[in-house]
């Protein structure tokens, strides 16, 4: 009759809004961090302070992506902006840790190589994102 049970929140909502990665041996935070699922594609992208580096990496994804692995130039693509230029993605990968689409937040790992202008190969490394988005798919 008493009996003892344990209530589990699989919604969980907790987010910390962190978008970071290291270029050059230096750990960058994002300090404008924004996120958006649209019929096409789920979009993420962090942006550092623009008077320290105006840099940012922009990472694109199927809006139906699940958790795991997934290579840069299959069904992801990622950008590293440095200044005016923008560097897409050539080799790499993003890691999917979580994906709640009930209260729309995305948690990962991603790394990268990417060519500048002068084909130097730049390497953005040691990313992670945590980020509550906007579903544009769903109409309130």
């Not at 990665?21 to 942006?47: C, H, M, Q, R």
Request: proline share 2%; with cysteine; glycine share 6%.
């Amino acid at each position: 009759t008493n009996v003892p049970y344990t209530c589990y929140n699989f919604d969980d909502d907790k987010y910390t809004n962190v978008f970071n990665f290291t270029y050059n041996n230096t750990i960058w935070n994002a300090v404008t961090i924004s996120g958006t699922k649209s019929d096409t594609a789920l979009v993420v992208t962090g942006e550092c302070d623009r008077s320290q580096a105006w840099q940012s990496v922009t990472l694109q994804m199927p809006n139906n992506i699940s958790e795991g692995v997934h290579y840069f130039g299959q069904d992801v693509s990622g950008y590293f902006q440095s200044g005016f230029y923008s560097y897409p993605a050539t080799a790499g990968a993003i890691t999917i840790t979580e994906i709640n689409s009930n209260n729309k937040i995305i948690k990962g790992t991603f790394f990268f190589n990417c060519r500048n202008n002068n084909n130097e190969i730049l390497s953005i490394e040691n990313g992670t994102f945590d980020v509550k988005y906007t579903d544009l798919t769903v109409v309130e």
